[in-house]
């Protein structure tokens, strides 16, 4: 690495030790702006402000159980950079949440938001509180207790969060009411995803796995082919994974897998509308299990505690969570003639597996890049609350493919900048970092 480089990695690692997913997130985009920094080193002067957050806010969430028993949480939220706008990224309720995963999934929106080319810059929340298994009252409780803190630090033009694992439209409506309540005002803008009947956009839910299928069709026209006829894998149930498969469809696409933590199913005669239908029912209502779907579909079959990169087909769409494959998931999707991964979830490779996939030269959509698209529209969502008016499902699908064309061409130019043409990875982490990084410079030391 560049010295100037190495030495910004080395001082992450030696203030916050113990924060793994940042370092593999930031490590990736640092390989990246390496072969930047060696061709324009002025870039250099921005390294060391980018990489740390301009605010991270942690708190506690007090609630109250089905049995009346007191339950904390932590709550977080990360405003990592407001360079070209207003902080912007969802809110994850999940186990696994600490400030190292929101660290990294905050550093990963700064690029992701730049990339649209939209004004908002980079942030991300959530808790470790799981709405798995919890009534209604109980995600409502939590909710409430959880905006009571956090609508201290947002609003329209400050941070506008939005959902992402486990934050789904019941949870936005929860926090939207809380928030309202407090301010007593209706400030549309201050999150995204709501519902329509509230201040939300058409496609935004349906917005991070349609984006996802048009950045895949983009990477494939750019070799002269298309997702029609192609077999493809996607892993997931939740909402990207739903409407990347209904997408990949409506392109002459067959998805043939989705999985949740349980497991993964495998449908050879593809997942058509109707049985898309059954598994948006099952996981966004009945909040059930893949395996039901198997005991619907004649022919469909369940296998446990697995995951589906050991089948073959022509492109992957990883759409689950952060390192769901690994160096031997890659090789396989290798030795079974994928062709090509496009990544619907946040940082779904690990280092290794991605190296797996240059080395056999896979197309890689990243997800910063291929994943846009819900940030995306979710900043269409904040324009149509600040005009007050509500734009047409055709009008926002058609903003949306064009943003993800753009996005495409973006990440080319950059891979080109630095010599490096075909490696999208690279490029979108170039792309992004520079738009972000010419405000930084233009604003002074700040």
Known sequence: MQRAVEETYQQVLRRDPDQPEFHQALLEVLRSLDLLVEREPDYAAVLSRIVEPERVIMFRVPWQDRDDNIRVNRGFRTQFNSAIGPYKGGLRFHPSVNLSVIKFLAF??????????????????????????????????FCQSFMTELAHHIGPNTDIPAGDIGVGAREIGYLFGQFKRLRKAYEAGVLTGKGLSYGGSLIRPEATGYGCAYFAEEMLKSRGDSLDGKKVLVSGSGNVAQFCIEKVNALGGRCITMSDSSGYVLDEDGIDTEKCEFLMALKNERRGRVSEYADKFKGAKFVP?????????????????????DAEDA????????????????????????????????????GKAANAGGGATSALEMSQNSQRMMWSREDVDARLRKIMTNIHEAAVQAAERVGMPDNLLHGANIAGFTKVADAMMSHGIV
């Open 305 to 325: 505690n697995a995951k589906p990169w050991g089948i073959a087909a022509d492109f992957a769409f990883p759409c689950a969570t952060q390192n769901e494959v």
């Open 331 to 366: 090789a396989s999707l290798v030795k079974n003639g994928c062709r090509g991964v496009c990544e619907g979830a946040n940082m779904p490779s690990t280092p290794e597996a991605v190296e797996v996939y240059n080395e056999h030269r896979l197309m890689f959509g990243p």
């Open 108 to 141: 990963e929106q700064i690029l992701k938001n730049s990339l649209t080319g939209l004004p908002i810059g980079g942030g991300k929340g959530g808790s470790d509180f799981d709405p798995k298994g919890k009534t209604d009252s109980e995600v409502m409780r």
